[in-house]
């Protein structure tokens, strides 16, 4: 779109801090929940674990590493598939 | 504000969902053919459901103000069954002219088999003879960003096929710059926990300049939200989007790829 016009200069923090705060410890707790459970060994809950670590960059592509990281990398079709709906995490 | 919900699953909606998106301003609403949350059992199923999205559909949309437009296609989830998938592909020219069929639609990959690419080139192949345009759905999750790529190279294979006149759906941050990087229009998704939410969206807006995009509900029979382009548009609000900027998104970008179709008229 070349009349792009970017928008007003808002406080996103004030808009969004409190939803990724909430989002957070539901995140924590999860993890704990599945620790007490111990359900750790679960390949979804290591992904998780692994798309974690992708937060600490300092670069704002860390929403695309984190999907990237869940990915399947591999590049050819699959013979048939099997089932019809996703997990959620390759399982490597 | 008028807006335009451009892939929505109406079959599976109520009534009231309709009177709901009315008052929120929807104009018109797009249905690509889908999967129904099962398997059905021969191309009769079929033949009845693009009867139902072609001439029901339309009707009851029209009680509320709201003009409705079709896809056709055989899902990529049932397209494992290559003789089922073809059947169906078979029907197509029978509703091609329809009035509201707007082009080729959902096709796709979903666990991007060997014979889902098959019956998806099948179906770009008819919409290359046909000169329609092509809604694609991409996979879900973990098997989004194969088959994205595994979609754009397949498209690579017809020339004909214009990539200004192809949009790829579900685009999240992982695949969105491949789809725009080739010329193609990509939709952005506004659904729980799966796909996209609105300030995931509007992100993604802001990085591409909302160029060549639209957003969409996919309001299906799972938990989803018939009003979620709404509501996004409200957030863009709080972002500090102007109101023309907002409707062109909402509105004018859906007008403009569907209007290369030759009948999307509101």
């Known amino acids: ?92 | 504000m008028n807006y335009i919900e451009p892939h929505g699953h109406m079959v599976s909606r109520t009534t009231d969902d309709y009177e709901r998106m009315a008052l929120a301003g929807c104009q018109a609403i797009c249905e690509p053919a889908f999967w129904a949350g099962f398997d059905r059992a021969s191309a009769d199923g079929f033949y009845d459901y693009f009867r139902q999205i072609t001439e029901y559909e339309p009707k009851r949309a029209a009680r509320f103000g709201i003009k409705h437009f079709s896809w056709l296609c055989i899902n990529p989830k049932e397209a494992e069954d290559t003789k089922l998938a073809e059947e169906v592909i078979g029907l197509i020219p029978q509703f091609i002219d329809k009035p509201g069929v707007l082009g080729i639609g959902e096709i796709g990959l979903n666990k991007n088999s060997r014979n889902e690419l098959r019956i998806f080139e099948q179906h770009v192949q008819v919409a290359q003879d046909y000169d329609q345009l092509v809604l694609i759905h991409t996979p879900h999750l973990e098997d989004k960003l194969k088959g994205t790529k595994l979609i754009v190279d397949a498209l690579k294979n017809f020339p004909k096929i214009k990539p200004e006149r192809v949009i790829i759906d579900h685009v999240e941050e992982h695949t969105i710059d491949h789809v725009l990087d080739q010329g193609f229009w990509a939709g952005i998704t506004l659904y729980p926990e799966s796909k996209c939410t609105p300030n995931r969206a509007i992100d993604m807006l802001e990085h591409r300049h909302a160029e060549r995009i639209w957003m969409n509900s996919a309001c299906d029979w799972g938990i989803s939200d018939p009003l979620a382009v709404p509501k996004t548009m409200q957030v863009m609000r709080q972002r500090g989007w102007t109101a023309e900027m907002i409707q062109q998104v909402a509105y004018e970008n859906p007008v403009a790829f569907m209007g290369q179709s030759g009948k999307f008229h509101l």
């Open chain 1, 1 to 92: 779109m070349s009349d792009w016009t970017p928008p007003s200069t808002v406080n996103l923090v004030d808009l969004g801090f409190m939803d990724a705060r909430s989002k957070l410890i539901d995140l924590a707790a999860f993890l704990d929940r599945v620790q007490r459970a111990n359900q750790t060994d679960d390949f979804r809950v290591q992904a998780l674990t692994n798309a974690i670590a992708l937060l600490s960059l300092n670069e704002p592509t860390r929403a695309k590493e984190v999907l990237l990281s869940f990915s399947d990398p591999s590049a050819d079709p699959i013979e048939k598939a099997t089932m019809q709906g996703a997990i959620g995490a390759y399982r490597v």
